[in-house]
């Protein structure tokens, strides 16, 4: 029996598909581990090269990393952060978010209100943690007007039973001296907190309300457990 020869051809590798996506995919991930690994100044400005040159500047998870860095990490530069928001086309509400609570943590409080206006004028919707950050720039610069606008706001925005937002603005009431409109969203809000409770009665004893009715009522009916006031400073304050 002859055995006829086998014919043999050169294997063929097909060429792996290219994505688009998963290079995207990686450069960010890449990008994102750079930053994790961050610990300079220039290190931070070379990575935000390195995301312009790979063309992920509108990544929105990107650009919210590095205002992070710019606005609550020790490499903090607010000036810096308020570019890289203000020059994306596609900044999301947690980006604006940092920058407001960086400036309201800051010697210039009240950059965080104008921060939020033009936040309002980009079409940018607030979250429930824009507010307290608004509203605790408002009360370090004593912007009653302007709080006033952010609480209107606040019920646009359906945020009017949130108890944080409402601890917050019981707390820039107290600060601009505004006992009564402290007292009033306190006696509103459905739902209240030991820091609801907190906030209502320091602003009562620094601004010297406790010797009145209200101020009673309330000291009596706050639940004692959790309560952060020393009773001593009260008692202290009330005697005045």
């Not at 598909?17 to 998963?22: F, G, I």
């Amino acid at each position: 029996m002859v055995r006829l020869p086998i014919p043999t051809t050169n294997q063929v590798f097909l060429p792996k598909p290219t994505n688009c996506n998963t290079d995207f995919l990686s450069k960010t991930r890449q990008c994102l581990t750079l930053l994790k690994l961050c610990c300079s100044a220039k290190h931070l400005t070379q990575i935000h090269a390195q995301v312009q040159v790979s063309g992920l500047q509108n990544d929105t998870h990107l650009l919210s990393e590095l205002v992070r860095f710019r606005t609550l990490s020790p490499l903090k530069n607010l000036t810096y952060a308020r570019t890289l928001v203000y020059n994306s086309s596609h900044s999301a509400p947690i980006s604006w978010n940092m920058l407001i609570r960086g400036y309201a943590s800051s010697e210039t409080p009240r950059e965080a209100i104008l921060v939020f206006l033009d936040m309002k004028r980009r079409d940018v919707r607030p979250s429930k943690l824009t507010f307290p950050f608004v509203l605790k720039a408002c009360a370090e610069s004593f912007a009653l007007e302007e709080g006033r606008q952010v609480q209107v706001e606040v019920v646009k925005c359906g945020l009017d039973s949130d108890v944080y937002v409402n601890n917050n603005l019981i707390h820039f009431y107290g600060s601009c001296k505004k006992t009564y409109d402290a007292h009033k969203v306190f006696d509103e809000m459905c739902d209240r907190s030991v820091v609801s409770w907190n906030a209502v009665i320091t602003a009562c004893v620094e601004n010297f309300w406790l010797g009145d009715a209200i101020g009673a009522q309330l000291f009596w009916g706050c639940p004692v457990q959790g309560l952060h006031t020393p009773f001593s400073k009260i008692l202290c304050d009330n005697r005045l």
